[in-house]
């Protein structure tokens, strides 16, 4: 699968998770996006933009991506190398639990 349920510490829904394999990190897509409930072929709209700071001392990257039918595209605006691109989703494993 490619999308991971996040589930509150009552065990309610929080959120859908992905992968993304421009930035590295995890997108959480909560209640604000709409999802087509496939976990194998996700689709969410509208667009994720992600601030994301890393290094010391911190810069931001900016990751703008868009989920459709289990890819990952990439605008031109995200200031990793994918920009610009579309790529299929990475697996998310059972198992990980954060
Ligand atoms: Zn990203």
Redesign the pocket.
């Given at each position: 699968m490619k999308v991971k349920e996040i589930k509150d510490s009552n065990g309610a829904h929080h959120s859908w998770a992905i992968k993304?394999p421009?930035?590295?990190?995890y997108?959480l897509f909560d209640s604000r996006w709409s999802f087509n409930g496939n976990l194998e072929m996700p689709t969410f709209s509208p667009s994720m933009k992600?601030w994301?700071e890393v290094g010391d001392p911190k810069r931001q990257i900016v990751?703008h991506?868009f989920v459709a039918n289990g890819k990952i595209q990439f605008l031109s605006d995200c200031a990793?190398e994918l920009r610009g691109q579309t790529i299929d989703l990475p697996e998310i494993s059972e198992d990980w639990n954060s």
């Open positions: 993304c421009g930035c590295g990190y997108h992600s994301i990751c991506s990793h």
